[in-house]
């Protein structure tokens, strides 16, 4: 740890000038010793506190305000109303009256912005451009000053407010929270529905004579104080121009002098909310066990973190854990456990359970389990090697921590600034310098029988459900959790199964940079090539840290023949990595982390993190590859597991269906849901155990080696694999050329508009997509669509979600696959889709005035905006490693994409533009495929004033055009079209496999 400075210790020019706005600097924050940026914390003289980031490298800046204020301190008559103050803020100010000036200024200057309801604080924040910082910032700071809530766009955005809502109602996690929230002392503020509906925000205040607005106005001028606002500001200038620029604009806030609310009385505070079972019916197959324990708020425990220690022997996941006896038993598939999200004064700690079909029967004897794994904690009370060992971890974390994204480390920033002590705003939630036994048995004492509350959630309670929930439906039946489960409980005794985790043996020992061995390319080079596997290599010199990102594809033409070989694959992952968990748990927890996921040509492994233990961890998972057996109980398990996630589908948003059916519909290769479904029941141990050597029998390994490692290193590593394989395989195959070969884009019939429905039962809502393809990918088309989807961002959402209300969900921007592109503009709505849809050609109509109208500037604003975001630096080695990838894995190899792309995104004129947006929309090519997912809960009708007849449809051009033709058959469909060709590689690359063919 090192303690930052700031760059000016003398006071500047500036700082004499707002010298009476400051009241206090703090130059001392401590920081880890890899962060080179600088530091500053301010309390204005308004009581606001102010942390300032100066980074002269950042291409993004960045803010954040929190507000110490929630829906817990809204008025107990309108549930929603803090959620709807933080929607109005967006929506104009008095310095900036246009609805979308804020929108419109950090779409045209390369930014993103949102905000957030919490209990007890709301958040808001937003990055952009870092030389567009300072505009920015003035908008924001008017949320906090002087907004406008006018009274059309109050009346506007309740709509908005209410489709969040129905988003939800079909929302599991959400519907699970307020049957949480229902259940606490209605007297208590955490009881509330807080997120809100023209129910609790129109209708019935207007029973009541309630005027919402003047309550938005009230509750902004009562609770919008800046001595309970925290600040964080990330930009490129020094912290005394930082400083100015705060100053002047955030000591215009007015202190209301408000005392930063709390909650010290828990909201479940008598016996009659505790020893409660509610059995829950969800929306989704899913079996869920929550073990709930009331707690105080432990912020002010910081420093030696109790719950952090105990969360990470109840969630361990290695040898002797409770989650280990549980999967030999075959009662769950995972488990977690930690201190929930409370508010200031209460707070809860959960150990979750995703139960098996036998486990649901078996919740009592989870829970006995569960306690008595807390009574050998207790026996052998708090271990101060098991502490330190933590402490150890997370002093290595952040020694090394890289930098975040600039938006989100604002964020958690601002969040904190109230917590925690300014100059250890940097560390409080990171490092655990206290041993405090003591703490940690006070805290656990709350884990005990008598204390806690039980959620089971499964589809099987359906017929017992007697209750519902009002906001959200949810139907459970509650119950009283008899006596004689309780003493058994209280009486669990020990279990001899259930141990203390032993120590950690991948804890890294060696943190040097290692030395080039030749010159470091650019770029990822080819270092091995043979028949079974290639291996890409690049040597960090730019993050300088001890870590490593390894990626293997392994490509086999098995691996999705047949629904029924992508159902073995997809199986055999599962297996694979619920059977390794235990061992690589450790690895897991110091950083080392590892995964193994399937993919339309094969399974690719990922292992990032610290390099040190890094080729333990592969080498084990090689072997455990090679010499796998499948466990016939945990087979079952995961079969059935894999069925209800197929099944579950059916209840995902309809945005996500539209996405999908997308897919479905372009892809030349594409297993349906159904289709896999279908074939599980062909699935059997057998199946899988001699899927496996068939699949390594034929095979092809792309590996990409980056970061602290040198060649010969990471040569040794591919020959070591390659030997395994070679050794364990003895007829292995290696595949050629035409076998890796990647699928193809259907391409839509020139001058065709196509339409595909489909219907949802579990939404109210509807969705609309409509998707123009424009062809195949290249340098110029990429950066024409990009730049178009750039300028259209701001207005389609302006237009479709703001002013039209279509819908929460309102979304505009380029789709690409296989090569292939196009944009797509999707609105979730409570609209039927046909009048969505002409809404949609409505905008698209209106831009074709709107793009020859902008100014010189105004089309220069949007060149640079999608230039910052294609050149932003990466911030961490994975995603750099993950830009590498792609390229590699889609075999183009374009890995100075972003700066040929850009430099060509210059040359673009205002013109070219329109002259490419005509041809997309307008022209006898147009190629347009929509995908309309139909909510049947309820009728869906059109609005007779606003919508044409069924059988017509409104073209770009405002006039009547070609009916779409209708997909009934999406085999008929895909037959009938033709396919674009596989993009050629960028680089001049040896194709893999061939050294097997020559063909």
Known sequence: MIRCKSSSIKVSKSNMVHHNLIEKRYDNITKSPNDKREYRGLLLSNKMRVLLISDPTTDKSAAALNVNIGYLSEPDDLPGLAHFCEHMLFLGTEKYPEKNDYNKYLSQNGGTYNASTYMDHTLYYFDVHAEKLKGALDRFAQFFIAPLFTEALTELELNAIHMECKKNLAN????????????????????????????????????????????????????????????????????????????????????????????????FNSKQHFQNRWYVVPIKDIRNLYIIFPIPDLREHYKSAPAHYISHLLGHEGEGSLLSL??????????????????????????????????????????????????????????????????????????FKEKGYPCDYVSGIAQVLYDYPMEEILIAEHLFPLWKPDLITWVMEYLKP?????????????????????????????????????????????????????KNEFIPEKFDIKPAESTISKFPIIIEDTPLIRLWFKQDDEF????????????????????????????????????????????????????????????TLGIVGYADKQQVLLNKIIDKMINFKVDPKRFEIWKENYIRSLKNYKAEQPYQHAVYYLAVLLSEQIWMKDELLNATSHLTVERVQNFIPQFLNKIHMECLIHGNITMSEAIETAKSIESKLSNAVPHIVPLLSRQLILHREIKLEDGCQFLFEVKTKFHSNSCTQVYYQTGLQSTESNMLLELLAQILSEPCFTTLR????????????????????????????????????????????????????????????????????????????????????????????????????????????????????????QSDIQRKLSVHVLSTLKDVKLEDENVMESNEYISSDGTNNIEPKKIDDIISFKISQCLYPLLKPFSDIPRKGAHSSKL
Not at 463 to 475: L, S
């Open 544 to 603: 300088l840290i001890p870590r490593a990102n390894l990626f293997i594809d392994f490509v086999s033409p098995l691996a999705y023949m047949d629904p029924l070989s992508c159902n073995l694959t997809y199986i055999f992952v599962l297996l694979f990595r619920d059977a390794l968990n235990e061992y690589a748990y450790a690895a897991d927890i110091v950083g080392l982390k590892w995964e193994l996921t399937n993919s339309k040509y094969g399974m």
């Open 450 to 502: 008598e204390n806690v509350r039980i959620h089971v959630v499964a589809k099987l309670y359906e017929d017992i459900a007697d209750e519902t929930e009002k906001w959200y439906g949810v139907k459970f039946k509650k119950e009283k959790i008899p006596q004689n489960i309780i003493s058994k409980w209280i009486n669990a005794g020990l279990n001899s199964d259930l141990q203390l985790p032993p």
């Open 172 to 267: 599991d996690t959400w519907r699970l929270d307020q049957l949480d929230r229902s259940s606490a002392d209605p007297s208590h503020p955490f009881s509330k529905f807080a997120t809100g509906n023209k129910e609790t925000l129109d209708i019935i205040p207007k029973q009541k004579g309630i005027n919402v607005r003047e309550k938005l106005l009230e509750f902004h001028n009562k609770f919008y104080s800046s001595n309970i606002m925290a600040l964080s500001v990330f930009g490129k200038e020094s912290l005394d121009e930082l400083e100015q620029m705060v100053v002047e604009l955030f000591s215009q806030v007015k202190n209301k002098d408000i005392t930063v609310p709390t909650w010290p009385e828990h909201p």
């Open 326 to 399: 549980l999967k030999a038993k075959g009662w769950c598939n995972s488990l977690g456990s930690g201190k929930r999200l409370g508010a200031r004064g209460f707070s809860f700690f959960a150990v979750f359970v995703d139960l098996t079909e036998e486990g649901i029967q078996h919740v009592d004897d989870i829970v006995l389990l569960t306690f008595q794994y807390i009574n050998m904690l207790n026996k052998h009370g708090p271990v101060e090697w098991i502490y330190n060992e933590y402490r150890d971890i997370a002093n290595i974390n952040f020694r």
């Open 802 to 921: 703001t002013k039209e209300q279509l819908g929460y969900i309102v979304f505009s921007g380029v789709r690409r696959t296989n090569g292939a592109q196009g944009l797509r503009i999707i609105v979730q709505s409570d609209r039927h889709p046909k009048y969505v849809e002409q809404r949609i050609n409505a905008f698209l109509n209106s831009m074709l005035q709107y793009i020859p109208s902008m100014t010189k500037e105004e089309f220069n604003a949007h060149k640079e905006s999608l230039a910052i975001r294609r050149l932003e630096k990466p911030k961490q080695m994975t995603t750099l490693s993950a830009i590498f990838w792609s390229e590699i894995i889609s075999q183009q190899y374009n890995f100075d994409r972003a700066n040929i792309e850009v430099a060509y995104l210059k040359t673009i004129t205002q013109e070219q533009i329109l002259k490419f947006y005509k041809e997309i929309f």
